[in-house]
T-cell receptor, first 116, second 117 residues
Framework: AQSVTQLDSQVPVFEEAPVELRCNYS??????LFWYVQYPNQGLQLLLK??????LVKGINGFEAEFNKSQTSFHLRKPSVHISDTAEYFC??????????????FGKGTLLTVNP | GAVVSQHPSWVICKSGTSVKIECRSL??????MFWYRQFPKQSLMLMAT?????????EQGVEKDKFLINHASLTLSTLTVTSAHPEDSSFYIC?????????????FGPGTRLTVL
């Protein structure tokens, strides 16, 4: 089984400041890792994913994340945030073994609030 | 990218009535779809896996007789909340994985807000 811990339930920042949203996971098998963004009353949109290869992955809207296997972390970063980045962010994992690579396990989410 | 739609986007119903929510993959076929439930300010909780042509697989603690799932075709799954009660009020989201060579990326619907009075 997998579990995902998002260490911060809320992160307030000022516009144009850098931000890091933290995510740690636990799994007995290798996993794929994801970050999703959810705007109010909407579904989830994929920001970025780590499947294999380079541990630094770049996503949409200027976000990037780094996979650290030894620390079992996948923190999300953006060097300069905008008001429009205000949303809920979810970290998720799924086993990377064959047919079981469907079910996603989500963290509890981090509400990023960007203030002017 | 792939598109998954849900209908309706929001519904208000009286306690004791049944509500059907549709999830469609618009530009790809999905033999599997997932139904999630999300309470305010909480994460998504997987309710069940919808399988085309066979019975749905429910997660532990989810009442299969209350949340009826039908995967009628390769592009449509429906979730029926039977005899809805106020505690069933929630945001319901579906997702569908699209076949890829390395990973079957999941695409999420926009969600359905259910309010039971």
């Amino acid at each position: 089984a997998q579990s995902v811990t998002q260490l911060d339930s809320q992160v307030p920042v000022f516009e144009e400041a850098p931000v890091e949203l933290r995510c740690n996971y636990s799994s007995s098998v290798s996993v794929y890792l994801f970050w999703y963004v959810q705007y109010p009353n909407q579904g989830l949109q994929l920001l970025l994913k780590y499947l294999s290869g380079s541990t630094l992955v770049k996503g949409i809207n200027g976000f990037e994340a780094e996979f650290n296997k030894s620390q079992t972390s996948f923190h999300l970063r953006k060097p300069s945030v905008h008001i429009s980045d205000t949303a809920e962010y979810f970290c998720a994992v799924t086993p990377n073994s064959g047919g079981s690579n469907y079910k996603l396990t989500f963290g509890k989410g981090t509400l990023l609030t960007v203030n002017p | 990218g792939a598109v998954v739609s849900q209908h309706p986007s929001w519904v208000i119903c009286k306690s004791g009535t049944s509500v059907k929510i549709e999830c469609r993959s618009l530009d790809f076929q999905a033999t599997t779809m997932f139904w999630y439930r999300q309470f305010p300010k909480q994460s998504l909780m997987l309710m069940a896996t919808s399988n085309e042509g066979s019975k749905a697989t429910y997660e532990q603690g989810v009442e299969k007789d209350k949340f009826l799932i039908n995967h009628a075709s390769l592009t449509l799954s429906t979730l029926t909340v039977t005899s809805a009660h106020p505690e069933d009020s929630s945001f319901y989201i579906c997702s569908a994985p699209r076949m890829g060579w390395a990973y079957n990326e999941q695409f999420f619907g926009p969600g359905t807000r259910l309010t039971v009075l």
